[in-house]
């Protein structure tokens, strides 16, 4: 098969003498499939190099496997480190990013934003826009929920908003107490009975 000819599933099905349904139990690692039958497409599909479309999935399956990604800042070590995690731990999961940087950490219209993402039919937004000043005003206004999930990220609590974040002062204290035990038990070494 030329390289310029994209593998089809078509082609993956004729290849190992099996249906266009029993390729797709394989790939969507359905049970219902014989060890031996399951072992030859396999082969097959990495024969031919064959990588099922995304956007045959997402039809499919009614998902698009892709999460919006709400920022600002990036040019500081704190939104990029946040936003390199987000990218790792998607991609582990088989999930794309669609990546919007606000103008500013203070950009509260963001009911166009909204209506942008969801028309791209993502399957949940991460809203990673540190909470600053009154940057998230706009909770309390009459927008509407989005039908997918939204979680927030480094903000105060509120009822019914779900949000993922970590008390940085109690993490410091943490590490500056841990910090200095270690150093009294090394000092406490080095003051030992001298030679």
């Not at 030859?40 to 990495?46: A, G, Y």
């Not at 731990?89 to 009911?111: C, D, R, V």
């Not at 927008?143 to 908003?161: A, H, N």
Request: proline residues 7%.
């Amino acid at each position: 098969m030329a390289i310029s000819q994209r593998v089809t599933i078509k082609h993956v099905a004729k290849e190992a003498g099996v249906s266009i349904q029993t390729v797709s139990r394989v790939i969507n690692r359905r049970p219902d499939v014989s060890p031996e039958t399951r072992k030859r497409v396999l082969q097959i599909i990495e024969q031919l190099e064959y990588s099922p479309s995304a956007l045959a999935r997402s039809l499919i399956q009614r998902r698009s496997y892709t999460l919006g990604v709400v920022t600002a800042g990036l040019k500081y070590i704190g939104p990029s480190r946040t936003l390199n995690g987000i990218t790792h731990q998607a991609q582990e999961l088989g999930y794309a990013l669609l990546l919007h940087e606000l103008p500013s950490f203070n950009t509260n219209n963001i009911t166009p934003l909204l209506q942008s993402l969801l028309s791209r039919h993502i399957d949940g937004i991460i809203w990673a826009v540190p909470e600053i000043g009154d940057n998230r005003a706009w909770l309390e206004e009459h927008i509407p929920t989005p039908p997918i999930p939204m979680i927030f990220l480094t903000m105060q609590k509120r009822p019914g908003v779900p949000i993922v974040s970590f008390d940085n002062q109690m993490g410091g204290r943490m590490a500056t107490r841990h910090l200095i035990e270690e150093g009294c038990k090394h000092i406490g070494h080095l003051s030992g009975p001298l030679d």
